[in-house]
């Protein structure tokens, strides 16, 4: 997740970097609850999954909001999709407009009333994570057969904030992931996200550096045949994922940033598969971001 803070939730990150790693006091449940949102204006290039109708390049509108209110961490963004209305291939005219992803993680510190912390573990959560839309897995095989449907999945696990050196307080997630669209349960996910603030300006302005990593594995291989039975291609692979790492430029109310991503048989869509489709390689996000 891209997870831009506020000045505020920066200095407070900054701090627990150089803190002793404990369990946050959750004697009154409510006396740490805060809430952020802002807008962020994207243009994304080489994004995958694409294929060749597009023109490698596209814009979008981010809505990405978070907080901690209770037992309750939640992250969230909502992203709509080409507010230009271009030409855009595979993000044009008739394609999704719209992806979703959210996801609330719920304190077993707070809601046992004990510390939970270990060595570099600073909180445990009972984990979820939600994404829909994206018209990701659309597409038609060599023969004909039609896989139309988002993006849809639900996954559960365990997750953990973790002091990791040099990165500080780092999210980190351990899922079992489900597929709304089949409705069966298909391998795991682990995620990853970081918030680390590498350049303080006089002005009170700073430059981070942040990204996360979401990865896929354990995941029931998907291949294609012909009519005479013998191998064709992969549909779904076992593994894959992607990783964003980005360096973002913050004030109180803006932030410019940058961020290259990488992909690895993303969504689990194999590369130059039966879809035809590229997903694996790099894209780079351009981001202009109002906060709230």
Do not use: C
Not at 17 to 22: R, Y
Not at 248 to 263: C, E, Q, T, V
Request: cysteine-free; proline content about 2%.
């Amino acid at each position: 997740m891209k997870n831009v803070k506020t000045l505020a939730l920066a200095a407070t990150t900054v701090a627990a970097m150089s803190a002793p790693a404990m369990a946050a006091d959750r004697t009154d449940l409510r006396s740490g609850d805060y809430s952020w949102m802002q807008f962020n204006a994207m243009y994304a290039v080489n994004e995958l999954p694409r294929d060749g109708s597009t023109d490698n390049g596209h814009d979008y509108l981010e809505m990405e909001f978070g907080g901690r209110a209770g037992i309750v961490d939640l992250y969230g963004y909502v992203d709509v999709f080409n507010i230009t209305n271009q030409n855009y291939g595979d993000k044009g005219a008739g394609a999704s407009k719209m992806f979703m992803k959210f996801a609330p993680r719920f304190s077993l510190d707070a809601i046992t009333g004990k510390d939970l912390s270990f060595g570099p573990v600073q909180e445990v959560y009972i984990s979820t994570l939600f994404n829909f839309g994206g018209g990701a897995i659309s597409g038609t095989d060599k023969n004909g057969n039609v896989y139309d449907g988002d993006v849809n999945n639900a996954s559960v696990g365990i997750g953990a904030d973790v002091m990791v050196p040099w990165l500080g307080k780092t999210g980190m997630n351990l899922y079992g992931f489900y597929d709304l669209n089949a409705k069966e349960w298909n391998g795991y996910q682990f995620s990853m996200n970081w918030f680390k603030p590498v350049v303080n300006f006089d002005n009170g302005t700073f430059i981070s550096f942040q990204g996360y990593v979401d990865y896929q594995f354990g995941a029931d291989e998907v291949n294609a045949y012909d009519d005479d039975g013998s191998f064709y291609n992969t549909t779904f692979t076992s593994n894959g994922g992607a990783a964003y790492f980005g360096l973002h430029w913050h004030s109180d109310n803006y932030a410019l940033g940058y961020g290259l991503k990488g992909f690895k048989d993303v969504y689990l869509l194999k590369d130059e598969g039966t879809f035809g489709l590229e997903t694996t390689g790099f894209a780079h996000y351009f981001t202009a971001t109002y906060k709230f």
